[in-house]
């Protein structure tokens, strides 16, 4: 950020960064830099608008500096910030975790629209959990139930335990270090839910770099980005308890190779649901 004798204000200090972060290829640069500045400010962005000619302090400066430095290399702001917003709630994450997107409340939703309808204190299992944001989200949904989360990464269970007790379900919730269903067997639940990696390897370099920075090991599955859906769909069923439901979360034009697997491996019906941009983003399925 360029030295000046004039003092920034809110204002000026946007108009500029804004600028900057559309030279460094940044998708969103004004709303980036909002959103920077009120973390730093610890105002809300309304409060930017009404406030243009508030002038920044040197410690705000100093702090909003480190912010920008870190956006412009594309570190993701969701990283900047250790924290993202997911169904309502703030979620702590660190580059250890895949950052929550909107498409995954999708999944919660879908989910949730069919275990309301079952009475009894439900078993949920969430595979490769992350930050946590999908089963928590669950259990906040239904008070009753209690749940396992399973991830491959211990940093990535240590996010999520601190999720888990920063959100109130801590008591309801345990974590399992493995992989996939390994750390659960013989145990039975009445859904498993999962948000696996599933970009083929090939796409990783065709990513942009924001992406490219969360952690390999949650985004990629193999040469056709189906490997985790097959090994979920070959054992998944004996861990579903009868009238049991497998929720998964797929990329774009997946969801019909992972529904036609279920359909191999000899699960029941499956139903398709269609994310905000009218991508078939979640792939139901029965125990049958």
Known sequence: MEQRKEKWNIGSILQWTGQY???KGVENPRL??????SHVLGKDRLYLYVHFDQPLQDEELTAFRAAVLRRAKREPVAYILSCKEFMGYDFFVTPAVLIPRPDTEILVGAVLEKLTQRA??????????GSGAIIISLLKALPEAS?????????????AKQNAQRLGVAERLEFREGDLLKPVN?????LIVSNPPYIPQADMATLEPEVRSEPTLALVAGVDGLDCYRRLLLDGRKYLA?????ALEVGIHQAKSV???????GWGASEICLDYSGIERVVLVERG
């Open 147 to 159: 749940g396992v989360a399973v991830d491959l990464s211990p940093d990535a269970l240590a996010v």
């Open 120 to 129: 009894g204190k439900l078993r949920l299992l969430d595979i490769g959990t």
């Open 186 to 190: 013989g145990e039975t639940f009445d």
């Open 259 to 265: 529904a036609r697997l279920a359909q191999e491996a």
């Open 32 to 37: 980036d830099a909002e959103v920077l500045l």
């Open 21 to 23: 972060f559309a030279d």
């Open 242 to 246: 009868e009238g049991g439901l497998l």
